[in-house]
């Protein structure tokens, strides 16, 4: 069973294997950094903050949220602040591939991880599961390759933003779908369900208290720290309850391979 141990591209140029791991990310990218692009030209940004932006943040949830915040005149308080707790996730993402790279120095873990994103993310966790020769460097050089086309996408789009008018009402209405859909997404259980719900009417409420985005991110502290509590208070006195029992996936789960060598 350890088919996937052996490098099926051994004999392949190296930028050819670098480009073959990471095309499914690159030309996802295209549509929706193109849409990135012009979101963030509507919210003001020009090519070459755009390009700042997409090499400096290089993630898609996180300059749309920009551009939603901006479009809405949030005080950069609120904007650096949501930023932060949107990108904390990367933190656990990171842990999961340390062990990949115990022996680089700090300098290339410092780049590895300042290109990082969800779906390289996801690319190269794949590749070090699957291939036992797929090292450092290669999941660095994936990265740079998303990065690559992300950035391209993203100033073209801001080039066709800038050719033509943006009502914000579409910046409203796309980001409103995309963060529901990244909502949909993290739907596992019935306690993230009632978060989710909670969440919102915090949001609300707070939003109305302080007149301001920064209610935003006050509730997003609230709702994850009773969401927090609540789940550990569960796992401790009710290890079994439905609340925790995860939800069915649709696409269903593939199965994996496993090495018995």
């Not at 930028?15 to 990471?22: F, N």
């Not at 290089?58 to 809405?72: D, E, N, P, R, V």
């Not at 696409?251 to 994996?256: Q, R, S, W």
Request: aromatic share 12%; with cysteine.
């Amino acid at each position: 069973m350890g088919k996937f141990a052996e490098r099926s591209d051994a004999g392949a140029p190296y930028w050819k294997r670098i480009l073959d791991a990471s095309l499914p990310v690159d030309l996802s990218y295209i549509p929706i950094g193109l849409a990135c692009g012009i979101l963030l030209n509507a919210s003001g940004f020009n090519v070459w903050t755009t390009l700042m932006v997409s090499v400096m943040v290089f993630s898609g949830g996180a300059q749309f949220l920009i551009a939603s915040l901006l479009a809405t005149n949030a005080p950069m308080l609120s904007v650096l602040l949501m930023m932060f707790f949107l990108e904390l996730r990367y933190a656990l993402l990171g842990s999961s591939l340390s062990k990949y790279l115990h022996d680089q120095p700090l300098g290339f873990t410092m780049i590895f991880a300042a290109s990082m994103n969800d779906e390289n993310y996801a690319l190269n966790y794949l590749k070090f599961s699957t291939d036992k020769k797929f090292t450092p460097k290669e999941a660095l050089h994936v990265e740079h390759t998303t990065l690559i086309f992300w950035t391209i996408s993203n100033l073209i789009g801001s080039l066709i933003g800038s050719a033509i008018n943006i009502d914000l009402t579409i910046v409203h209405f796309a980001l409103t779908a995309l963060f529901l859909y990244m909502i949909v997404m993290q739907l596992k259980n019935g306690l993230i369900i009632v978060i989710c719900i909670l969440s919102g009417f915090l949001a609300a409420f707070f939003m109305v208290l302080t007149k301001s985005t920064l209610g935003l991110v006050i509730s997003t502290l609230v709702a994850s720290f009773i969401g927090f509590m609540i789940e550990v208070t569960i796992r401790k006195h009710h290890p079994k309850s439905g609340w925790l029992k995860s939800m069915k996936n649709p696409a269903g789960t593939p199965e994996e391979d496993v090495d018995n060598e």
